[in-house]
């Protein structure tokens, strides 16, 4: 258990939807990072917070946003959803230090239909 | 930006042999390479990194090297156990800058 929770393990939602996924780091972190994970693209970073403010962005849709709150609990909203944005979504945590490893939740299995 | 090439995609082998997965990446200025061992269901666990000042590292049965000359890195299972079946991935990063992943490898160890 990487002490990283995701909630919920499975979303299943319609075109043109929006969507909220929530993840709580594991005690004492204070980064959050946001993965995207499909078949043909791997591991895609979408976006980087740490302790409460915006650090890095990858490739984030507009449709896309997240922000990480005083508890330092992170949340992903995936609005206008299309088949396409079908993965499963990963939040990891680290306690920010240079070089410091990356926890991986269980992830949300998104589906889009 | 940072890009890892990882191979093979897929690797079979017979329990008790080795197995080596192999990474290069672009940006010289990369330092910190983990290797991550993902099973189904799951999400990707942490099973060794290495730094940059370090040229190998071990840990029990697994292994890491790393040679910054050529930008490549390579992982090396031995003595391989059904229960090392899962997906592999390496990834690269600057320090404080996010991971970049390799596409994965699949090992899978017959009994």
């Known amino acids: 258990d990487s002490g990283v929770t995701q909630t919920p393990k499975h979303l299943i939602t319609a075109t043109g939807q929006r969507v909220t996924l929530r993840c709580s780091p594991r005690s004492g972190d204070l980064s959050v990072y946001w993965y995207q994970q499909s078949l043909d693209q791997g591991l895609q970073f979408l976006i980087h917070?740490?302790?409460?403010?915006?650090?890095a962005k990858g490739n984030i849709l507009e449709r896309f946003s997240a922000q990480q709150f005083p508890d330092l609990h992170s949340e992903l909203n995936l609005s206008s959803l299309e088949l396409g944005d079908s993965a499963l979504y990963f939040c990891?945590?680290?306690?920010?230090?240079?070089?410091?490893?990356?926890?991986f939740g269980n992830g949300t299995r998104l589906t889009v239909t | 930006g940072e890009n890892v090439e990882q191979h093979p995609s897929t690797l079979s082998v017979q329990e008790g042999d080795s197995a080596v997965i192999k990474c290069t990446y672009s940006d010289s200025a990369s330092n910190y390479f983990p290797w991550y061992k993902q099973e189904l269901g799951k999400g990707p666990q942490l099973i060794i990194d290495i730094r940059s000042n370090v040229g190998e590292k071990k840990d029990q049965r697994i292994a890491v090297t790393l040679n910054k000359t050529a930008k490549h890195f390579s992982l090396h299972i031995t003595e391989t156990q059904p229960e090392d079946s899962a997906v592999y991935f390496c990834?690269?990063?600057?320090?404080?800058?996010?991971?970049?992943f390799g596409k994965g490898t699949m090992l899978l160890v017959s009994p």
């Open positions: 990891a945590s680290s306690d920010g230090q240079r070089n410091s490893p990356l926890h």
């Open positions: 990834a690269a990063s600057l320090g404080y800058s996010t991971l970049t």
């Open positions: 917070y740490y302790n409460g403010e915006e650090r």
